[in-house]
């Protein structure tokens, strides 16, 4: 996803799991993207997220031995995207009770494999 198009993006919607022990360990009531500097800025393409947890078990969160999938999502219908949101550089990671704040994140959209097998089979 090209950066530039949006300063700030929020939704209701958001899950962070972890692939390889196929855990659910939060679900997202409310987050927020915002896009770091301007255009000439070498921050310009990456992004603040912004997130309120319903449920997040915080162990499991900050266990560094397992690799986390942030989905986050937006829109209705033919409109609805998923972003996946790469905290693996992020400058600055902080979980408070149910809030959560990670600075310095990338973007890109996330298809996930039922997604992309109906598409296929559509065709």
């Known amino acids: 996803m090209p950066h530039g198009i949006f300063q700030?993006?929020?939704g209701p919607?958001?899950?962070?799991?972890?692939?390889?022990?196929?855990?659910h360990i939060?679900?997202?009531?409310?987050?927020?993207?915002?896009r770091r500097g301007g255009?000439?800025?070498?921050?310009?393409?990456?992004?603040?997220l912004r997130a309120?947890?319903?449920?997040i078990n915080p162990h499991l969160f900050h266990d560094a031995d397992y690799e986390k999938d942030v989905i986050v999502e937006f829109g209705r219908g033919r409109q609805h995207l998923q972003l996946r949101v790469h905290m693996?550089?992020?400058?600055?990671?902080?979980?408070?009770?149910?809030?959560?704040?990670v600075r310095g994140v990338q973007i890109s959209e996330y298809r996930d494999e039922a997604q992309v097998g109906r598409t296929a089979a559509s065709l």
């Open 8 to 10: 700030i993006l929020s």
């Open 13 to 23: 919607k958001g899950r962070v799991t972890i692939p390889a022990l196929g855990a």
């Open 26 to 34: 939060g679900t997202m009531q409310q987050w927020e993207l915002r």
């Open 39 to 48: 255009d000439d800025d070498p921050k310009s393409g990456s992004y603040d």
């Open 52 to 55: 309120v947890f319903s449920y």
């Open 88 to 101: 693996v550089d992020a400058e600055e990671t902080v979980l408070r009770d149910r809030t959560l704040l």
